[in-house]
């Protein structure tokens, strides 16, 4: 079961599911997540894929993309740790965690784990932009 308003896309893909939710670019897949869902396709053929371009939140200009949220559900992470998961996913988006990306929330689970709750969860409202506008030195 899916929560929250579905504000990209759906796709099936044999068998598989993949969702965007809350773009920061009015629903349209910007190119760095489209790059984070290929990379993590392709590394970790998950049977789920949330991701949630969370930048809107965030102290960024409009159609910013470099804060993200993302639930990854593979059977490569049986028997894996939770670091040992998140390690598969930043090795899965090096260039984009050296680049573009500024936050990437993870939760990595295996289709049994994912099975039990199966919901995105939701990252804090951002507190707020930079030093200068929070008045720390």
């Given at each position: ?40 396709e392709q590394a970790l ?93």
């Open positions: 079961m899916l929560s929250g308003q579905l504000v990209g896309s759906l796709f099936s893909m044999a068998g598989r599911v993949c969702v965007s939710r809350g773009s920061a670019r009015s629903g349209a897949i910007g190119p760095v997540e489209a790059a984070i869902r290929t990379k993590l053929n998950p049977e789920v894929l949330e991701l949630r371009n969370e930048s809107g939140g965030h102290a960024v200009p409009p159609g910013s993309e470099t804060h993200f949220r993302v639930a990854v559900v593979s059977s490569r992470f049986e028997g894996l740790s939770p670091l040992q998961r998140h390690r598969l996913v930043h090795a899965a988006l090096s260039d984009e965690l050296a680049g573009p990306v500024h936050a990437l929330a993870i939760q990595a689970r295996t289709p049994a784990q994912w099975r039990e709750n199966p919901q995105l969860d939701t990252s804090p409202p951002c507190l707020g932009g930079s030093k200068k506008t929070r008045g720390t030195p």
